[in-house]
């Protein structure tokens, strides 16, 4: 048997659950009949929650945009998931809102069960994660004006740092955001270069949005345009390397920014560039399956000599 009290706040978790529900469902989940159900809702409505009520034969209930926030009501597993969403997204490198996940992370937790806060120290302790994180954080303010530019397809303004220190502005209609190895790109049109470009978000010292709108490329990927310009960063040692598999088995075991892949004839041509023959010999090293090196030839130096080491070890 229900105490009126849980059932005010079974209302209130099925509406947020469901959305939309009729008065015949809402009485049936609650084992109540719409005289009572409807005494429910004047009382969450008096606590200032805004349930809109259709009139009718079939007529409905379901919670508006209203000044007043609802309690939020989670289950175990929900409320779970979101402290250990918390716990991933520290690792995202957003320099003002650092403190401010914490909080909530620590609010959260004092709220949770004691056998849920068990499990989540558990595995705040033992699970790890490979983020990669830059030194240089990004500002929280730039990714939000950023991601609202996107949404509203706005162009934005930007004052821009390079890797050498050169400071420029330019005016940029951002396509899509990205977090990739431990830094956020911001990938779109730059009205400056004429040209498709990615910007670190670290780099980026201010941005504005104009009033001027853009129109973006439809199903545009901004993260695999990162991965691909970061593949494409000419180097001092390009290589060409003919995979004896199939694309896909292919790239389920090379890293995204170790080169750019093309299907060849009876198998996958990887090209690329590199700054050290030592380390591309060692991660050649990890394929399951047989490469020919096509250049240049000092990688094939680099194999035979780690080739030896590890006969030798």
Known sequence: MYHPTTRVLAVLELLQTHRRLTGVELAQRLEVNIRTLRRYITILQDLGIPIIA???RYG?????????LPPMIFTNTEALSLAL???AVEHLSLSEITPAIESARAKLERLLPLELQNQFRALAEA??????????ASSSEVILTLSRAVQLRRRTHLLYQSGTGDETERDFDPYGLAYHQGKWYAVGW??????????RL??????DLTDATFEPPEQFDAMAHVVQAIASVPRSLTFEIFLQTDLASAKEEIMDVLGVLEPFDDGVLLRGSTDDLDWLARQLAKFSF?????????????????????AAQ
């Open 127 to 136: 699970v790890a994660f490979d983020w990669r994180k830059s030194p240089l």
């Open 60 to 68: 409905a209930y379901e919670l508006g945009v209203g000044r007043k």
């Open 85 to 87: 969403g918390l716990l």
């Open 290 to 310: 047989d490469f020919i090196v096509r250049e240049p030839d000092d990688l094939r130096v680099a194999l035979h000599h780690l080739a030896e080491k590890l």
């Open 202 to 207: 670290d780099r980026v010292s201010q941005v």
């Open 190 to 199: 730059c009205n400056l270069r004429k040209a498709l470009r990615s910007f």
């Open 54 to 56: 259709e009139r009718g």
